[in-house]
């Protein structure tokens, strides 16, 4: 590992990002355009057809060109455990970015599983199909350009494709002040069934405080939480927390 693997801060494509907050935060881009670059990267690397080579070649550009904020690989096997765990048939995933996690999910999906993934950014959401498509991927993924809290339209579109008690895994890494509300949408959607997982990803860093409010005070009612201590992406310095929560019912 080298030393800019280990102490990111070293690493300029880090520090333009932090420079990129506000529009990131705005975008859910860094303002840069490494995420269209790593698509670039990806569709010239990678080897058409083959997710683990798509997963492969996004890693390798998060590591040797620009960080990127997708789950990464080391927190991207607790979510593939999760995912193995739930059996998931049906997913879905609350912030798509490139498309890394969506490549992550649909090849643990059973058979016949598809995963429907939302984006707010319209060049994100772009991103990820041409992505998904050069993975082979993208005839199990509904890639759709909104949230959930856009007055309704996008959850009527989900309801028309997901029925009551259907989802097996949701996949929660978008705006985090969006993690509990969303999760009431869900919820009010009745797309759960006892025994689906939600994971929820950077809740230490950047850091997500009402939803592991929330999380505490459901445990035992409606949920049953494991913590997973782990880093945020790409770097060994930054401490991070994924929750896996468990619906009860």
Avoid at 62 to 68: E, G, T
Avoid at 133 to 140: E, K, P, Q, T, Y
Wanted: aromatic share 8%; proline share 3%.
């Amino acid at each position: 590992m080298s030393l800019t693997t280990r102490f990111p801060f070293l690493r300029w494509s880090v520090i333009r990002l932090m420079l990129g907050t506000k529009h990131l935060e705005r975008e859910w881009q860094v303002g840069d355009g490494r995420e269209e670059a790593c698509a670039r990267y990806v569709l010239a690397n990678a080897r058409a057809g083959d997710i683990d080579d798509a997963i492969r070649v996004i890693d390798e550009f998060a590591y040797k060109k620009k960080i990127l904020i997708n789950v990464g690989d080391e927190k991207g096997r607790i979510l593939d455990a999760a995912l193995s765990k739930a059996k998931a048939r049906r997913a879905l995933e609350l912030g798509a970015y490139v498309g890394y996690s969506a490549l992550r999910t649909v090849r643990k999906l059973a058979p016949g599983g598809r995963l429907y993934t939302i984006e707010y950014s319209a060049a994100n959401a772009d991103i990820t199909q041409r992505i998904l498509s050069h993975a082979g991927a993208l005839d199990r993924v509904t890639v759709v350009h909104g949230h959930l809290g856009d007055g309704g339209a996008t959850v009527a579109r989900l309801k028309q494709e997901i029925k009551p008690g259907e989802l097996d895994f949701v996949f929660i890494d978008h705006a985090k002040e969006a993690y509990v509300p969303d999760l009431e949408r869900i919820l009010q959607a009745g797309w759960l069934h006892p025994g689906s997982i939600i994971v929820a990803d950077n809740v230490r860093f950047p850091g997500a405080p009402e939803y592991q409010a929330y999380m505490t005070a459901q445990e035992g009612k409606r949920w049953r939480t494991v913590t997973h201590e782990t880093h945020a992406e790409y770097q060994t310095m930054i401490k991070d927390i994924v929750l896996e929560s468990t619906f009860i019912g």
